[in-house]
């Protein structure tokens, strides 16, 4: 009560404050109900929210967070995933569980009769079981086409038809629309929504030949239907379009078209988009597509998105390049006059038509980008989530165009655009064309500033890429960021890639950090250190499948570095397992590693390691007196090896 | 390119005494390495013409030697690789066979060069290196001897020498190897001129790689701006000319699920947790916005509150108006309009069991009734 009481005084004493703060003449108890003359509120309509605006208002205030995984990785920094690999690993494994819970769920369906939630969750109850048993009619038949279920629908379906029950020819019709979508064929089911995301990871090849099921389901359903209507027509002209039987998806048309009977706008869309497999050359494909359309005008058809879209994807196949421009360019007013507004699917297909490998280099993308930039898009067309990946890879790889690239990568973080980013595998070309992209055109500052927003979490750099990023970073000097890219490097699992290694070594040795230079005096220490690592990782992978084998070159880097380290101990060490095993490592450490580890036992005062590296050089036919000349003069060498010295190089030296 | 360490050279020699007996050369053999121990090794480039002048015979009986080891090396392996057959043994034969074809160029060239180190005449370079090859390709034993009567010398002296031999391994003979690197162009010390020189050699090599791969070839460098163009702006196709009626697509179910499809495309894996509850709303699996507490709500949409709490009109026109039956059944009723868990109409049939129950027992009431005389027969009237 007493809450309730002060809540009802609450706006009073503010409005009371607000008012003698204004100092007027209103009373504080009648301030509410007075209102200047004259002033109308309007009370808004109520609008209509769907069960998932507020969620959607919710989720679009929680922006992208670069530093940690994506949400749906465990948060435990053990169950981080730190590779492609295991990204996808981890990922499926969490759907695997989810699998086998509804595999659970279906087997045991006597556990879970119970309902818990008033009301009660439909999507919790065990799923209706049908079979041969089972007492059916046309409602339920209905409810399965509605449910897209089409195994259970065939099933329903057949049953009928032995128990000799009538169904009705819009069920059948709706039937046959459900057995040419899928040609027969359960779909993968929609709730699997990681498997979708990774699917084209190894399922690379794309559809080419027919898979359309000749004499199957379909064609019965469709000779059962009499008589027969645009829609039966319509519907497996569809399919067959669809799995690529089309040859007789075209004859299917031309027969229609002889009876005279009227299709629709997007069963002449599905030709059109199958134009390629049906004539030879550029000439006939654009002949035939002319006709089609002018068939669609006689008819007032009015042609849809579909129809550009399918229109584009036939003209991207000629091979004729000029003719595939010239008619692009006049289907596109075409359309703009019919007030179709184009997809990105569209600009997808105008790409690939205007930018080729072997064709001259357009910027049509500028073009393109002029007229999208900042706009959302929403999907309207399959093809809608190619145009990222392929206009990322147009800015690397056709106009290398670092400015063109940042426009791409804004027009995909505006709005929610990023939904239209595809899948895993189309992600992650996107962001490998813009890194290397990047890498090549940019600074090595900004390159690292994006790097850093990038990696690991949003993507992770392949082999090739780092290479990419290696290569920067020697033309650059940056050898600073070296000990970073390595710790990457091992996260990410590259340490078995041998030109890899040779690369960092070779970036560490060539470019010999400034002491003097406060931000690099760490480095020696760290070099060396990332020396020893990957010493202990090659050592390591001998017992791994991907083995990585020492080379000479390799090793006297590794000395190089753990000398400049000041880690004189680690290197005589190394050096001792190059001259152990040098029947197995091929090739010999370069020249100056040796030099530099020998003034490096000079400082440490260890004659015979240094007359080691010496014995190593002379057995190996390398230079040999410079640095047997600073041992000479480095140390005081006693008798024993003063001999040893002069059995090495002999007594000529020394008169010198 | 293998030269035997003079040291091991010796330690071989001792294990295979009937090599040098038979073939006559011990001698010979032994002062050439004897001079070479004097001087610790033929380190300098003075003392390699010498081991090259060398007589010829004893170089011929290394690399029969090297011959005969090479050749029971490969005997070993063929046994080790003498093996039950495994999955995925098809696919390996098929990767082995790939890279004997690039190992066996290998062989080729490195008996080749072998041989032009070993002998000095033209047709002793020819003799060695077919000899090399037929061991290593032969595969073993079953070597064809050579022609001449020195390789046939050899020959018997590898039969000879081969029981001890059996042990002796590759590792264990390359241990004892040095890799002879005399042909190496002398690194002289590098200018920093040089260093850039080599710098930009190494730069345009790069770019040399980049113009063989095809997708490189089309990437230029500050690429000129080949000119706008017009997308929207030039001659129509001309093929529809009037304005057409908006006609919806004529397969319903169809259009249904491409729409299904198509949003299929443009999902994703939920990034956030209300991305997730969207996700299990549209699935079905949570209760949907906004909260409300008759969602859902089909059983008694129009069933009045009062049908559930005020239950005696349904014992109006069975029940006595008073009496235990009566009183039993108004306590029923309580209990059943408290009962928020059960339909009216559940309640309804509840109360109505009662009543058929009754009804089947009216005989053993009755005669209760009549044995206890307080309770009046009246009662049961129903």
Not at chain 1, 275 to 294: G, M, P, V, Y
Not at chain 1, 379 to 393: G, I, N, Q, R, S
Not at chain 1, 449 to 459: E, F, H
Request: glycine share 4%; net charge negative; aromatic share 8%.
């Amino acid at each position: 009560m007493y809450l309730s009481r002060q809540l009802r005084l609450l706006p009073k004493a503010s409005i009371g404050r607000s008012i003698t703060t204004s100092s007027t003449h209103y009373t504080t108890t009648t301030g509410a109900a007075v209102a200047p003359a004259g002033e109308h509120i309007e009370i808004p309509n109520r609008i209509e929210r769907s069960p998932t605006d507020i969620l959607k208002a919710l989720a679009s205030t929680v922006g992208r967070d670069h530093t940690a995984p994506h949400y749906k990785y465990h948060d435990d920094p053990f169950l981080i995933p730190m590779s492609n690999m295991a990204k996808r690993t981890y990922a499926m494994s969490k759907e695997a569980g989810r699998k086998a819970a509804k595999w659970i769920k279906e087997e045991h369906r006597e556990l879970f009769l119970h309902q818990e939630a008033q009301p009660a969750i439909e999507k919790f109850a065990p799923s209706m079981v049908y079979t041969e048993e089972s007492e059916v009619d046309e409602s339920s038949l209905g409810q399965l086409i509605e449910l897209g279920e089409l195994k259970d629908a065939v099933l329903v379906y057949n049953l009928l038809e032995q128990k000799g029950m009538a169904v009705s020819p819009e069920l059948k019709q709706s039937l046959l629309e459900l057995v040419c979508f899928h040609n027969n064929q359960d779909p993968l089911p929609e709730e699997y929504i990681e498997e979708r995301w990774f699917l084209q990871n190894n399922q690379r090849r794309e559809r080419h030949g027919k898979t359309w099921k000749d004499g199957d389901l379909a064609e019965k359903l469709y000779a059962e239907i009499e008589p027969k209507t645009p829609q039966t027509y319509a519907a497996l002209i569809r399919g067959m379009a669809k799995y690529l039987q089309c040859e007789r998806a075209y004859a299917l048309l031309q027969e229609a078209g002889e009876k005279q009977i009227q299709l629709d706008t997007n069963t002449f869309n599905s030709i059109i988009q199958i134009i390629s497999f049906l004539k030879d050359n550029a000439e006939q494909r654009w002949q035939l597509c002319t006709e089609l359309l002018q068939q669609m005008s006689q008819q007032k058809l009015r042609p849809n998105l579909g129809t550009l879209n399918a229109i584009l994807q036939c003209i991207s196949t000629f091979g004729n390049f000029k003719l595939a421009r010239s008619s692009a360019l006049k289907v596109l007013p075409e359309f703009k006059q019919l007030g179709v507004s184009p997809s990105l699917g569209t600009y997808y297909y105008l790409l690939i038509i205007f930018c080729r490998e072997r064709g001259p280099v357009s910027h049509v993308i500028v073009d393109i980008l002029n007229e999208i930039a900042g706009r959302e898009f929403t999907v309207e067309h399959p093809k809608d989530t190619y145009f990222f990946a392929t206009a990322m890879d147009v800015c690397r790889n056709h106009l290398n165009d670092k400015a063109l690239a940042k426009k791409v990568n804004e027009l995909l973080h505006t709005g929610n655009n990023y939904d239209l980013v595809g899948d895993s595998f189309k992600e992650s070309i996107y962001y490998r064309n813009y890194l290397a992209l990047l890498c090549q055109t940019e600074s090595i500052e900004d390159f690292m500033l994006t790097y850093d927003l990038l990696v690991p979490n949003i993507y992770i750099p392949e082999p090739g890429i780092m290479e990419e990023v290696l290569r920067t970073i020697e033309i650059n000097a940056a050898v600073e960021h070296v000990p970073r890219i390595w710790s990457d490097m091992v996260v990410f699992d590259h340490t078995h890639r041998e030109s890899l290694l040779l690369y960092v070594l070779r970036i560490m040795v060539d470019n010999r950090p400034n002491a003097e230079t406060p931000s690099q005096s760490q480095l020696p220490e760290q070099c060396a250190k990332v020396a020893l690592d990957m010493y202990n990782k090659i050592e390591e992978s001998v017992r791994r499948i991907k083995k990585v084998s020492f080379t000479g070159q390799m090793l006297g880097d590794i000395l190089t570095l753990l000398v400049r380290g000041d880690n004189y101990e680690k290197a005589s060490e190394v050096f001792s397992h190059i001259d152990k095993n040098q029947h197995r490592i091929p090739g010999t450490p370069a020249e100056s590693a040796l030099q530099e580890y020998v003034e490096a036992s000079i400082k440490e005062k260890s004659p015979s390691q240094a007359l080691a590296a010496l014995q190593y050089a002379v057995d190996n036919n390398m230079e040999s007196s410079v640095i047997a000349k600073r041992i000479h003069d480095g140390f005081t060498l006693n008798e024993a090896h003063l001999a040893k010295l002069k059995s090495l190089v002999g007594e000529s030296f020394l008169e010198k | 390119m293998l030269a035997l360490r003079s040291s091991q050279r010796l330690g071989l020699r001792f294990l295979l005494p009937a090599v040098y007996k038979n073939v006559g050369l011990a001698n010979s053999y032994s002062s050439s390495s004897q001079s070479k121990d004097d001087d610790g090794g033929y380190s300098s480039s003075d003392d390699e013409k010498p081991k090259k002048k060398a007589p010829k015979k004893p170089e011929e009986t290394a690399a029969q030697r090297l011959n005969r080891l090479l050749g029971s090396m490969q005997a070993t392996d063929q046994m080790s690789a003498a093996d039950f057959p495994r999955p995925g043994d098809a696919n390996r034969r098929r990767k082995e066979a790939l890279k004997q074809d690039a190992a066996s160029k290998n062989v080729l060239t490195a008996a080749k060069n072998i041989a032009s180190m070993l002998g000095t005449s033209e047709s002793d370079k020819k003799q060695t290196e077919s000899e090399l090859l037929a061991k290593l390709l032969g595969h073993g034993p079953a070597a064809p001897p050579a022609a001449s009567g020195e390789a046939q010398a050899s020959d018997a002296a590898a039969s000879g020498g081969a029981a001890p031999e059996k042990e002796l391994n590759l590792s264990e003979l390359i241990v004892g190897m040095k890799i002879d690197r005399r042909q190496q162009p002398q690194q002289v010390e590098q200018t920093r001129g040089e260093y850039v020189r080599r710098t930009m050699g190494s730069r345009s090599k790069h770019s040399d790689r980049y113009q063989q791969r095809p997708q490189r070839h089309t990437k230029r460098e500050a690429e000129s701006f080949t000119g706008s163009v017009n997308l929207f702006g030039g001659e129509p196709l001309g093929i529809f000319k009037e304005p057409l009626p908006i006609s919806g697509d004529i397969l319903s179910t169809w259009s249904q699920l491409s729409e299904r499809e198509l949003s299929l495309h443009a999902a994703h894996p939920p990034a956030n947790y209300f991305e997730q509850m969207v996700l299990w709303t549209e699935q079905g699996k949570v209760w949907r916005f906004p909260i409300d507490n008759e969602q859902d709500w089909v059983d008694e949409v129009n069933v009045d509150f009062s049908e559930h709490i005020f239950l005696d009109q349904h014992l109006e026109d069975w029940c006595p108006s008073r009496g235990p039956i009566r009183h039993f059944m108004e306590l029923v009723c309580v209990g059943l309009s408290k009962n928020p868990y059960v339909t009216a109409q559940e309640k309804k049939d509840h109360i109505l069991w009662f009543r058929d129950y009754f009804e089947t027992k009216k005989d053993i009431l009755k005669d209760l009734m009549e044995n206890e005389p307080s309770v009046k027969v009246k009662s049961v009237s129903a």
